[in-house]
């Protein structure tokens, strides 16, 4: 195997139970190069015991700090242990480990952020579900002038640097909108090609109810935050 | 409304976004938080250049004057502030709380622990 830089897989878990086994044996399996760590999100259900019986590598957030929290103790995670790459991966299943490479490899040739895009080569569909992606990809367009193709997934490799930005900053969570702020700094933003399925099992943190509250954020954001935020 | 009072609300809410812009900037409040402030800032500087829209909705809902219909909105908006604030610490609480007992409760099995193994070496 070729020497490559050292990577971590960053897992939030909250409610995912009937999911997480699946999702971790599809790492051991399709990404066995890269370590992983789960991120406990405070869950209700039983979880926590899965992680224990399986012997996973786990930490064991035991309030419900939400996505963004839970995910940022993971960078914290990679930055103390020393990660040169850290991946976001969702716990339900969406993701498929099989792309993990893909994303290490653009790093490696030089991008600071690699998103794992639905629709670098495939065509975005005219959904009501893809109306908020267009949306925050027009937002994004407006303010920094870059095409973002697939704002809203959450498969993504952050190098070194950016693991610090986001493990410290309590205004960086690692959702669409802060991709402006990358921007502004300078950091290489690229997408590779990958496919997502659809979560088996449980609800998904971006519930419908949720839906409108999560975009007004994004958008007033990224128009009227993002672009006067301190670089 | 006078043109007056239409120049002083416009220069009030210019400056509200500005400060709250400016704020922001400095992490002084994070992205979450300030989302309300900023479109309550922006709906103020809508509504100040645009008085018809105040207007036209208090004549609608039957007040004496536009000014009392501002006012009430104000009230109403602070009132909903200071409940949504109010759960917020409630939450917040009641988190610490879980903290400091867990904390405490590893605290002690640290400390058993490092009895034990005293005893053990003795």
Not at chain 2, 11 to 38: C, M, P, Q
Request: hydrophobic share 45%.
């Amino acid at each position: 195997m070729k020497d490559q830089l050292k990577t971590l897989v960053v897992i939030p878990a909250y409610n995912e139970a009937l999911n997480i086994e699946k999702t971790i044996t599809d790492l051991q399996t399709n990404a066995p190069q890269v370590d992983y760590v789960v991120i406990n999100d405070g869950s209700k259900d039983n979880t926590l015991e899965v992680l224990e019986k399986n012997g996973y590598n786990y930490i064991n957030g035991f309030l419900n700090q939400g996505l963004f929290g839970a995910v940022q103790t993971g960078f914290k995670y990679a930055y103390e242990k020393g990660y040169d790459i850290a991946i976001q991966f969702d716990g339900d299943g969406q993701h498929s480990a099989a792309y993990i490479q893909d994303l290490v490899d653009e790093i490696e040739k030089g991008s600071n952020i690699v998103i794992g895009s639905r629709f670098v080569s495939e065509k975005k569909p005219w959904t009501a579900r893809m109306a908020g992606s267009r949306l925050i990809a027009a937002a994004i367009k407006l303010v920094t002038g870059k095409t973002v193709l697939d704002p809203t997934s959450g498969f993504r490799a952050y190098d070194k640097a950016c693991i610090k930005e986001y493990a410290f900053d309590s205004n960086m969570p690692p959702e669409p909108d802060t991709l402006v702020y990358m921007y502004r700094k300078k950091k290489k933003i690229k997408e590779v090609q990958v496919q997502m399925s659809e979560r088996e099992f449980g609800e998904s943190y971006l519930n419908l109810p949720n839906t409108v509250k999560y975009m007004t954020r994004m958008l007033v954001s990224i128009l009227l935050i993002q672009p006067f935020r301190k670089v | 409304m006078g043109i007056r009072l239409q120049l002083v609300f416009i220069i009030a809410s210019l400056l509200t976004f500005v400060y709250v812009i400016l704020r922001i900037r400095k992490h002084g409040l994070n992205i979450e938080d300030s989302i309300t402030w900023i479109l309550w800032s922006i709906l103020l500087l809508i509504v100040s250049f645009f008085p018809q829209i105040s207007i036209f909705v208090s004549n609608a809902l039957g007040f004496i004057s536009p000014s009392n219909f501002i006012l009430v909105l104000f009230i109403f908006f602070l009132y909903i502030m200071v409940f949504t604030q109010n759960i917020e610490i409630s939450k917040l609480k009641g988190k610490q709380q879980d903290l400091i007992q867990k904390l405490s409760l590893i605290e002690h099995d640290q400390r058993a622990a490092a009895e034990k193994a005293s005893k053990e070496e003795a």
